[in-house]
């Protein structure tokens, strides 16, 4: 399989590139500290065509691939994870809108999210639903006004907590899972939830320990009505929905991964060069450098199993299994190589003045989130086991 880097790879990297350098990198210390996100970056994004990268051009996108897409988000993880989060975050959310929004919910909501102006998000966990989505107890009642009521036609009230909503306190559009039915995924259905619509109010922000800039919030539903309009698909595919978007989003978090670590070996390679110990650079000593060609070797490993995943996706082919893998592996390579770069730096490592403490902290989210890695490991030996064609 062939992942020639392509004219139009390349200029997406280096625009990336760009950005991180000229916008983030002078008010990242700060803006870490006082855990501040900043939405008119992300609206810059959207000016350079940042935001909406595998979007097709019909709703506004820049009709590339999901190759392209990883390609830009390495470069903005490796500068902040908590903006490259944002922009694929609200990425997944243009993705679901156009693959199961009707053509109403298109026109009205992904344009501005496509272009940075508005900020999505996506919310399925909750406090007794984390790896077990399917057991999730927010619920969506479905009601129908009468002649005559103030009510409008056919609404729902949603009532539940939902729990680990990146950014769901700036975003404008939520695509939120629900109960519509008995137990279980057949059960689930899926919505498109507007900010500062009555009835919905946000719980707590999370105090973390990386990731910072962006916020994780606790998002509460007290008699919220929503119009039967803003069903996504139909009642009781709201799982297939949330586990088709993790797929997806499985990519991407691989892609972070990848751009955490690549920063950190970089800063990592030029310490080497640079301390010198017993009168020679620490380069020169075996442990050292031994230890810089295991971290690039699984850097490199790690960012092909996101490029397949990606390039398998770009074609239409199935791509849970690869998805899961390139997640799998990219953050666990990604927490080893951050924790080995703070060896290199020794106790320089461990202070803020230098940033692979920073990109050590980032790092472990990522083998929790849009699956745990326990989960993923599950997907993988399901499949290896139920799979009859896996070795033809």
Request: some cysteine; aromatic content about 8%.
């Amino acid at each position: 399989m062939n992942f020639e880097v392509t004219s139009v790879q390349k200029e997406l990297r280096a625009l990336a590139r760009k950005f991180v350098e000229k916008e983030l990198i002078p008010i990242l210390e700060e803006d870490e500290k006082a855990e501040r996100f900043r939405p008119e970056l992300i609206e810059k994004l959207g000016e350079l065509g940042l935001t909406s990268i595998p979007l097709a051009e019909a709703y506004g996108g820049s009709g590339l691939g999901y190759l392209e897409y990883v390609v830009a988000l390495e470069e903005l993880a490796g500068g902040n994870m908590g903006y490259a989060i944002s922009v694929s975050v609200t990425g997944l959310t243009q993705l679901i809108l156009a693959e199961f929004g009707n053509e109403e919910q298109q026109k009205k909501y992904i344009p501005p999210l496509a272009q940075g102006k508005a900020i999505g998000a996506f919310s399925l966990s909750e406090a007794f639903s984390g790896s077990d989505a399917a057991s999730l107890r927010t619920v969506a009642k479905k009601y129908s006004g009468k002649p005559g009521s103030s009510q409008p036609g056919d609404h729902y009230i949603l009532n539940g907590t939902k729990l680990w909503c990146t950014q769901g306190d700036i975003a404008e559009t939520l695509i939120v899972m629900a109960r519509t039915g008995g137990p279980g995924p057949a059960g689930i259905s899926a919505f498109i939830v507007e900010k500062g619509t009555p009835g919905f109010t946000l719980g707590k922000r999370e105090k973390k320990m990386g990731i910072r800039t962006s916020h994780t919030m606790e998002l509460v539903f007290q008699d919220m009505m929503i119009p039967a309009a803003n069903l996504l698909s139909k009642e009781g595919d709201g799982f297939k929905i949330a586990m088709s978007a993790l797929d997806s989003g499985r990519i991407t978090i691989g892609a972070g991964a990848v751009g955490i670590a690549q920063s950190a070996l970089r800063v990592a390679v030029n310490h080497a060069r640079e301390r010198e110990q017993f009168g020679k650079p620490i380069s020169s000593f075996q442990g050292v450098s031994f230890l810089l060609a295991d971290m690039a070797t699984q850097l490199d490993a790690a960012r092909f199993l996101v490029y397949r995943a990606a390039w398998l996706r770009d074609r239409q082919l199935p791509y849970r299994q690869e998805a899961a893998m390139a997640k799998l592996f990219a953050t666990d390579m990604a927490m080893r190589v951050t924790t080995d770069a703070v060896q290199i730096l020794g106790g320089s490592g461990y202070t803020e003045d230098f940033p692979v403490e920073r990109y050590m902290r980032e790092a472990k989210v990522l083998q929790i989130v849009e699956g745990t890695n326990q989960i993923q490991r599950m997907i993988i030996g399901r499949n290896l086991t139920e799979s009859s064609s896996l070795w033809q």
